[in-house]
């Protein structure tokens, strides 16, 4: 059976937890969120874990696990608790993989808004001029075998990405369906945390109408399983009033 795992997630629903389990850095942004919005982060971020973890129990043929669940050896999809997956990952996961291969990826996809500049131009360089994405590994496209040694792949993408990147090719196949989707919205750390600047009230404004009108169009028809997803993030996203 194949396996989900969804990586180390903060306490959204204990208040006194969620404060105590808060990093440095998004200590200052969410403060300017609670402050900007009537509903405040935490319970924003519950409710997308809410979402996804609604689209991880449709999955055909997987058990959502803890890794202490996982036996030694079994195969892992592991996620962030926003992320979402293909209904038959599982399925085509387990009919692509052959005797000695060490792992899978798949094409990455995303919703979100680029966060800045750099980001958008390195989207269009990838669209338009076919540059290879930074990380062959982003937090949701890839499977590997569980293992001590791969418990720390699993857990941080980019030290996957490191990794595949001097396996042989054939170990790791990649396969150009779009088997997941990568759930970047206003209330994650890449967009509350920028690289080159400080978000301020207007700036997280902005990006509340660019989100709003994200979720308004239609999804290509090779994510078109998400949809659900989108309109109900959509949902969300549309209750956030200001204070």
């Given at each position: 059976m194949v396996r989900i795992w969804v990586r180390a997630t903060m306490d959204f629903d204990d208040e006194e937890a969620f404060r105590a389990q808060l990093l440095p850095r998004l200590?200052?942004?969410?403060?300017?969120?609670?402050?900007?919005?009537?509903?405040?982060w935490r319970i924003f971020r519950s409710r997308l874990r809410d979402i996804a973890r609604g689209n991880l129990e449709r999955i055909e043929g997987v058990q959502i696990a803890t890794w202490d669940e996982i036996p030694e050896g079994g195969l892992v999809l592991p996620c962030d608790d926003d992320d979402w997956f293909r209904p038959d990952?599982?399925?085509?996961?387990?009919?692509?993989?052959?005797?000695?291969?060490?792992?899978?990826?798949?094409?990455?996809?995303?919703?979100?808004v680029p966060r800045d500049f750099r980001?958008?131009?390195?989207?269009?360089?990838?669209?338009?001029?076919?540059?290879?994405?930074?990380?062959?590994?982003?937090t949701n496209n890839y499977a590997l075998f569980a293992s001590e040694a791969s418990k720390r792949l699993m857990s941080d993408h980019m030290q996957a990405s490191e990794w595949v990147a001097v396996q042989p090719a054939a170990d790791i196949p990649f396969l150009r369906e779009r088997l997941s989707?990568?759930?970047?919205?206003?209330?994650?750390?890449?967009?509350?945390?920028?690289?080159?600047?400080?978000?301020?009230?207007?700036?997280?404004?902005?990006?509340?109408?660019?989100?709003?009108?994200?979720?308004?169009?239609?999804?290509?028809?090779?994510?078109?399983?998400?949809?659900?997803?989108?309109?109900?993030?959509?949902?969300?996203t549309a209750e956030l009033r200001l204070r």
């Open positions: 200590r200052e942004p969410i403060a300017l969120w609670d402050a900007t919005f009537d509903m405040p990952v599982a399925a085509v996961v387990e009919d692509a993989m052959r005797p000695g291969m060490t792992g899978l990826r798949w094409r990455s996809s995303f919703l979100e980001h958008l131009l390195g989207i269009w360089r990838r669209q338009v001029k076919g540059y290879r994405r930074q990380f062959l590994c982003t989707l990568q759930n970047r919205t206003i209330a994650s750390q890449t967009s509350l945390v920028p690289q080159r600047t400080t978000i301020g009230r207007r700036h997280l404004l902005r990006k509340l109408g660019r989100y709003r009108r994200l979720y308004d169009r239609p999804l290509p028809p090779d994510l078109a399983w998400a949809q659900p997803y989108v309109d109900q993030v959509g949902a969300l």
